[in-house]
């Protein structure tokens, strides 16, 4: 397991653009097969959450090839975490009409990152997850709100595609009195294709938050109703 370590791509704001218009395309997914948890001061350190996963976690430790006489999968080939451009902060504002009274409730900023990789039956299994940090502002107090967080695995290159992408609402409660709390999200169900060693070396995995993303789809517009004609002229 790495915290934020890695290759550094050539290409990131390319990607980072795609990821952007995709955003608005992919709608919120559940949060099945991943952990969520929010806390005031947790004993437990990120490193240790991501290594447990969590109740139920299922992510094996270790990897085996997929045939006798393949390869083993090397972990230092696991692809490298970044987090998107733009996408490292979250603003929750005042929902006041009144720019007087409008103000920052919560600032919500990735605090840490850590992905493992193992081969699976040919197939390239990646975890991966955040830790964020919750600041309450002035017009902030004790509540839930929701952190959209989104993780993508994309080939970079002069056309970046997108392998893998999903995002999910992670509730975070802030109890009373609390000033901040930190929010650990983990996903353990990337999962694709093992591809050739020369596109693996060219995967990102991207995570950051999302809140266009996390917006809800508006209905599509009906189409004008025709104008009937009077058959007796």
Sequence with gaps: MRLRSGRKPSTILAASAAL???????????SIGSTGSADSGSSRSFSDLFSSGGAGSSFAQTS???????????????????????????????A???????????QVNVAQTARECRLEAGNLAI???????????????????????RYALVQEGVSPKTIWTKLYKVPAV????QPHATVTHI???????????????????????????????????????????????
């Design 20 to 30: 952007a218009g995709l955003s608005l395309a992919v709608g919120a997914c559940s």
């Design 64 to 94: 085996a090839p997929a045939n006798p006489g393949e390869p083993k999968f090397d972990p230092e080939d696991c692809p490298a975490i970044d987090i998107r451009q733009g996408a490292s902060s979250l603003s929750i504002n005042s």
């Design 96 to 106: 006041s009409r009144d720019p007087a009274a409008a103000g920052l409730r919560y």
């Design 127 to 149: 975890k991966v997850g955040m830790q964020a940090r919750i600041i309450v502002g002035q017009a902030g107090g004790p509540g839930q709100i929701e952190i959209p967080i």
């Design 174 to 177: 802030i109890g009373e009195g």
């Design 187 to 233: 996903e353990e169900n990337m999962t694709v294709p093992m591809p050739p060693r020369n596109a693996l070396d060219a995967y990102v995995i991207y995570v950051g938050f999302d809140p266009l993303g996390a917006q809800p789809e508006t209905g599509k517009k009906k189409p004008p109703a025709r104008k009937r004609t009077d058959p007796t002229g």
